[in-house]
């Protein structure tokens, strides 16, 4: 027998690598999904999760009860952005998820058209 104390076994990477995690898989162009790209679960997607990876599972309990961000999405799971865009679209095809644009920010209108239509509707309806 050996009479040194055993090293304790040092981990320097992941356990699993993430090429595992997407199955290989690439982001499609049409589903390159920004930060700002807001997710939720489908009606009844919770059901279908059982077959899910436990990566993309995680993500589908994250976004079961509202609208998160793909940023938040990717923080709260501890993955990278490109893993959690990789999972999005994958559960977007099999009907998992809805994801949509967030709504843009409010453009600035020019007050010379508003005083026009503000002027336009006091002389159609008096004010």
Known sequence: MNDEP???????????????????????????Y??????????????SARTLSPEARQVLELVADGFLSVAEVAAHTH?????????????EESGLIIAR???????R????????????LKARFGA
Do not use: W
Not at 8 to 29: C, D, K
Not at 79 to 91: C, D, F, T
Not at 101 to 107: D, N, Y
């Open 6 to 32: 055993e090293q304790e076994l040092e981990l320097t990477s992941a356990l699993v690598p993430l090429f595992v995690i997407t199955n290989g898989r690439s982001l499609p162009p049409d589903n390159a």
């Open 34 to 47: 920004e930060r700002t790209t807001l997710v939720s679960a489908q009606e009844g997607a919770s059901a």
């Open 79 to 91: 993955l990278p952005l490109g893993i959690v865009r990789i999972l999005l679209a994958q559960m």
């Open 101 to 107: 644009k967030p709504v843009p920010r409010a453009e």
């Open 109 to 120: 209108v020019d007050r010379e058209v508003l005083n026009a239509v503000l002027d336009g």
